[in-house]
């Protein structure tokens, strides 16, 4: 039994990281330094709709605050997903434009962790 919530706690965190992740990535994407040439689903889908793309990053980021408030409490939770949004946009501003870190790369670590959260969350009932 109290594997179990760990695990669910532990998963939620990742899936909680991977979605602040993919909200940064959104957030620079709208970046005049952003350089999506190559990528075309960057270029037309989140560059080109900028009130929409700023719209889905809020929300995201609401429903990341939301996983790290249920996790660890109010302000415990708002402090630690602060910190955790400035980790990931150092690490989003850092790595993007010296290509270690692609689009594919931000989308199979959010696809990785819901995988893992749902496998586990069902392997621990």
């Not at 532990?10 to 620079?28: A, D, K, Q, V």
């Not at 302000?75 to 955790?84: C, D, N, V």
């Not at 949004?85 to 989003?92: A, K, R």
Request: charged share 10%.
């Amino acid at each position: 039994m109290v594997w179990s919530f760990a695990f669910k706690i532990y998963f939620m965190i990742s899936l909680s990281i991977g979605i602040l992740l993919l909200t940064t990535f959104i957030f620079y994407s709208q970046s005049m330094f952003f350089d999506g040439s190559n990528e075309s689903f960057l270029k037309f889908v989140l560059r080109d709709s900028f009130t929409y793309s700023k719209q889905l990053a809020f929300i995201l980021s609401i429903i990341s605050l939301l996983g790290f408030y249920t996790i660890f409490g109010l302000t415990s939770g708002l402090i630690l997903w602060f910190l955790i949004l400035i980790g990931c946009f150092s690490l989003i501003v850092i790595l993007y434009p010296t290509r270690v870190v692609s689009t594919r790369f931000v989308g199979l670590c959010l696809v990785f962790s819901c995988l893992t959260e749902f496998i586990v969350s069902y392997a621990c009932q």
